[in-house]
């Protein structure tokens, strides 16, 4: 488990595979580390031609190892889309929608490593998608309501006050996200600034 939580750190790719196989050496039943050193490949594919075919492998042996893994299941149909390589296709995806509902159920999906954009693409009813956006609105809506009640009360005017303008009258608009990378939210949000009325408002971004 030390090399585990090792590997876990902001180590170089190298020295992060290289502790997480010293781990899996010792323990080849840790799932944890199979799923963990999958990712790690996965999140650098384009480094180096056939490091998806390693994640594809990496997360399969999780899911050998313990088929309850809902986090092995769902990284190994991801990174199986992705490569469009699928054996038993049909039960695959029947297995998926089956486990989101069984972890909705239990308020665990949403500390798998169950992605919801992938969801969009999968061959799945449409309720057990609607299950997956519905626990994680409110998961949104939970934290922020825990934000708000930790801000110090408004006075009454304050509260009803309108925007402020810029000396040429001009509204300032500010998006927040930890999205603003390589990711599927920074692809669908990058015409959203331009629709914005210039003469009205100025749009700014933040970067986590």
Known sequence: QGWVNMAGQDLPLEESIAAYEKALGLNPSLVEAW????QVYYNNFRRKDGYMDQALKAFQTALDVD????SALYSLVR??????????RNEVFQEVATRILQDAERGILLTTSISLVYLLLYPIPDRVIEVAYEAKAALVQATAEGVVRALPPVEAA????QPSLSDSGVLTVAYLSADFKEHPVSLLFQSIPGLHDRTRFRVVCFSL
Request: proline share 5%; with cysteine.
């Open 35 to 38: 799923i963990n050193v999958g």
């Open 67 to 70: 088929p309850k893994s809902s």
């Open 79 to 88: 990174t199986s889309v992705d490569l469009c390589r699928f054996e038993k």
């Open 158 to 161: 304050a509260a009803t006050q």
